[in-house]
């Protein structure tokens, strides 16, 4: 039986928690941030580096863009796109930097040409020697998405400042080296959102309390998570089950059926393992319109589906997304931290630690179809509530 009151006294107290902005000073710099030109009179010209088609990268894109728009960088109106066209299209990053590199964006910056990359499509030597030749030699700045790309680009250790944005953990990965006291590299810049999978998923517990926790890690450990998973179950003593998925080539269609098979796989066999729970991470499930097919084993047990990201998901089938990640907001911080940086601030010393207010997208028809308790007050509280699965 639930107390209700206790409910959401706890759902609010832990709202106000990742409700808190956590800003870290290392020093005061002098530096221009007002629009200008480079000295030579010439434009500062960007590259991106980024792993693969992930949706919400290019939600966060646009709102970087957004930020620079808001400060006169570029110039009001000059955009090639909508943020409601990138989410109808679902447009990846590579889309919009075709976009972006052939736009009269006004008078300050510019995207070079073919300077794009994704990790996960490419050869690393020649990501390399594109992004070698370029630096300081038509690139000004790099910003990269990401734990892979921004460590890639890290370890480069080229000429020109990099920003990197929405790596799960940059210091556990070694993009920086410290969130509080400087980056250790003066070329580096990395946005913090300090333990993300940690406050989400002791939200997760606060709401219904689960034994057993099922996680399905793809690639990377550090990128999904699963050390704050860890912490978390170890604070609130449940139990973790955590199968793992090497990274997979996706680019064909063939590659992508493949895939999907074997994570259909991995969700069936999970379902057996007696959890009450599952933690939907990063990067696993790309496609929105697959997803309810693929969790449906956990939901014939009414087994609730948590979500680390994308919250198009909740709209396709899983249960929720407490989302503390504040896509516009983030996309100023950065935003800030590429005009400091073209100011003349040295990138490696700016904060970099940002800790957004939350959202909550909540699917009300999942929940009724597994007897997820649904309380008012909860309710009252999110953002987004989808009383359908996907596009019925």
């Known amino acids: 039986m639930y107390n209700r009151k206790k409910f959401f006294v706890s759902a609010l107290s832990l709202l106000m928690m990742l409700c808190a902005y956590v800003p870290a000073v290392f ?27 992930y949706m919400p990268a290019s939600t ?37 930097y075709s976009a972006l590199q052939d736009a009269d964006l006004g008078d300050y910056v510019e995207f070079a040409k073919g300077a794009f990359h994704y990790l996960g499509y490419e050869e690393a030597q020649n990501i390399e020697q594109d992004l070698r030749a370029r630096a300081g030699k038509g690139v000004d700045l790099i910003i990269t998405f990401g734990t892979s790309a921004g460590l890639f680009v890290k370890n480069l250790g080229l000429s020109v400042p990099m920003v990197d944005f929405s790596a799960t953990d940059p210091v556990a990965s070694g993009i920086i080296a410290s969130s509080t006291e400087g ?39 550090i990128i999904s998570g699963l050390p704050d998973i860890k912490r978390t179950a170890e604070q609130f003593s449940f139990d973790l089950v955590v199968y793992h998925i090497d990274e997979q080539p996706r680019e064909t269609d063939e590659e992508q059926q493949k895939y999907y098979q074997l994570v259909e796989d991995k969700f069936r066999q999970m379902a057996g393992e007696d959890i009450d729970a599952f933690y939907l991470t990063l990067d696993l499930i790309n496609d929105p319109a697959r997803v309810y097919h693929i969790i449906s084993p956990l939901y014939e047990k009414n087994i609730p589906v948590y979500l680390m990201d994308d919250p198009v998901n909740v709209k396709y089938g899983v249960l929720m997304l407490v989302s503390a990640y504040d896509f516009e907001n983030v996309g100023r911080f950065v935003a800030d931290a590429v005009i400091k940086i073209l100011g003349g601030a040295e990138a490696g010393s700016l904060p970099c630690i940002y800790t957004s207010a939350p959202s909550i997208y909540f699917n009300y028809d999942v929940a009724r179809r597994i007897g997820y308790p649904l309380h008012f007050e909860f309710l009252a509280v999110c953002d987004e509530i989808y009383t359908k699965v996907g596009a019925q």
């Open 183 to 221: 980056s250790g590299n003066p070329n580096v810049w990395a946005q913090v959102e300090p333990a993300y999978a940690l406050r989400q998923v002791k939200y997760y517990h606060s709401l219904k309390p689960f034994k057993k926790l099922g996680v399905i890690i793809y690639g990377d450990e």
């Open 27 to 53: 020093g005061a710099q002098e530096f221009d941030m007002t629009p200008h030109l480079k000295q030579d009179g010439s434009k500062y010209c960007f590259a991106y580096v980024d792993y693969d088609e």
């Open 60 to 96: 966060q894109f646009f709102h970087i863009l957004a930020g620079l728009q808001e400060k006169g960088w570029i110039k009001e109106g000059s955009l090639p796109f909508t943020i409601e066209e990138i989410e109808a299209k679902r447009m990846s990053t590579r889309e919009m």
